[in-house]
């Protein structure tokens, strides 16, 4: 590809990127403190339907996005309830998340099905910046949403590695009757980062209906909220890992689209397949190398009883 | 002032395994009365027409059994995987590849006895689903890797392979335009009850669920497996090749829910399709988790399932959008595992200061 064309095609990667990056620095989060949610999909899709609804009734996008992060809010408090609070199998109650918020998106967007978006975010060009040759196109020439993804996913890193706050989320996931032990608080930190999870993924969600597509329909997010789980395992449990990834599967999907557009004789069946079978190579070459769940919290999907402490 | 404390059950009282499913689905029911009515709809009516439309009639009754079929073998299917605590949720594109071997079969050799096809349609469609099922179990057997994910992404792939076959080689020419296989011969049609569109694989899924009783409670192999899926380090420490075993389950598993898709397509639609299933494997793994892995059970389930797919269908007319029966399901599941949680513990209040 000549560089012409390869300017337009990162910027596209990155865009592809953004809905998967937001969700998946969630569950980093959420699955760091021990609590694995498999309902990523239906809580972005939650917020991909409140987001789009609540700007069509208000006309201005930012509602959109606050109702959106309410919406995936909520939803992740129904599991951290379960999970948590009553230390249900978090396996099932994830899909049971996933298979309600495809219930609940699709009864609420019914009537929006296909409607334009009324605000749509649109690219924001940093002045200077967008000016260096090759990088700035690529990089700031995008919608603000993006460049807000990139700042959460550096500032839960710092909080994750660099403050005593990310210890404490850590300590829960690692060794909650440790944890405990030291008077840190093991349900109150699970559900706070399974809920901080639920609301990235409703930011995930909208940036979809409201920036990426942009518009309403049923089953708008179309397994993205799967990848963004299976990203977290690629990204090792480490938000800036999950940068990378998610731009690298953002670059797979926009690659699908590209080719199509230029009419290569490839059935777009098969293009579709690739970012799938892309997150299953990553998952073996990323397990197979490192052995068993390296990485992963030692608690993660454990339900703390602390009278079996 | 009272203290409340969550005090682990010693031993499960019988009645609560009965009574905590049967109190979810009350719950669920409850719970999209009051979505219904929040959302400005007449609920009474909704839930008439739902009943209506699942049992209302002998017609609307052979239909519910004919969506329960497909559920009962989609739940048979991942409960023996669950079983062994490996969370195959990729019923679906199991049974999508299931659905295109049969098919494959069906239109190659039309002309062949139904005698002979269609034993060699549900052998096809039973190698596909095991290998679908396969990798992901060999992929967890020996590298750890997590089957969640990999079962789930197969779906995918699965339904894009069918597409890429209706909308391409596959496509009849008759069909103008319509992504569709070619109609299959009467041979490759599964037998039917009178005249309505229940079908053998009610009969292939009650002789698997009985295959299932026994083997789980009467066999070395079930005794391995139900072991294995209590604490696999026990399993292995016991002697048991937990290796082989994870392969085979996902085999057998993935294999039942290709057969679900051979019988879909031989029993129901009579050809390759797109959207051949409105996502038996997903709501297979809440009939599983509901009728607490009991093959059994898992029939009756799907029977109750089969009339909530049914009954949705018939409330669209109503306008009301068909997600309502997703919300519903959703909604069992979270009433389940809230039960679940009076199973194991008591809420004991202690005097205290």
Known sequence: ????????????AIVAGTPILFAAVGEVMAERSGILNLGVEGMMLVGAVMGFMITIVTGNHWTGIIAAMAGGGLMALI???????????????????????????GFLGKSYQGMPTADPFTPCVVPLLSDIPVLGPILFKQDVLVYISIILALGFWFLLYRTSWGLTIRSAGENPAAADAVGISVSRVRYLCTIIGGIMAGLGGAYLSLAYVPSWQENLTAGRGWIAVALVIFALWNPLRAIAGAYLFGGVEALAFRLQTAGIQISSFFLSMLPYLLTILVLVLVTVRLRQEAGAPLALGVPYDREER | MYKVRMVRR?????????????????????FGWLFLSWSGHDAAATYMRMLNGAIGSKYNLSETVVKAIPLMLAGLAVSLAFRMKLWNIGGEGQLYMGA????????????????????????????????????PGVLRAYWQVNETITTLMLNYVAIFWVSYLVFGPWKDPASMGFPLSARFSLNAYLPVLGTTRVHLGLIIAIIIAVLFY?????????????????????????????????????????????????????????????GISPGYGYTGIIVAWLARLNPFAIILVAFLFGALLVGGFGIQTMGISYSIVLILQGAVLFFLLAGEFFRKYRIVLTKGD
């Not at chain 1, 951290?80 to 230390?87: D, G, N, R, S």
Request: aromatic letters at 8%.
């Open chain 2, 214 to 274: 026994i083997i789980l409670n009467y066999t070395r192999w079930g005794y391995e497996i139900r072991v294995s899926g209590e604490s696999q380090e026990a399993a292995r420490y016991a002697g048991i090749n937990v290796t082989r075993n994870i392969i085979l389950v996902m085999l057998i598993s993935g294999g039942i829910a290709g057969v679900t898709g051979m019988i879909e397509v031989s029993g129901i639609t009579h050809r390759l399709q797109q």
């Open chain 1, 79 to 105: 599991h951290a309830f379960i999970t948590v609070t009553l230390k249900g199998n978090q396996v099932v109650s994830g899909l049971a998340l996933t298979i309600f918020g495809t219930g609940v998106s």
């Open chain 1, 1 to 12: 590809m000549e560089l012409s064309a390869l300017v337009p095609f990162l910027a596209a």
């Open chain 2, 10 to 30: 010693e031993h499960n009282s019988m009645w609560v395994e009965v009574i905590v499913p049967i109190m979810s689905i009350i719950l669920a029911v409850a």
């Open chain 2, 100 to 135: 295109f071997a049969a098919s494959g079969i069906a239109l190659a050799c039309g002309d062949m006895s139904a005698w002979l096809l269609l034993p060699l349609m549900l052998l096809a469609g039973f190698a596909a689903g095991a290998i679908w099922g396969g990798i």
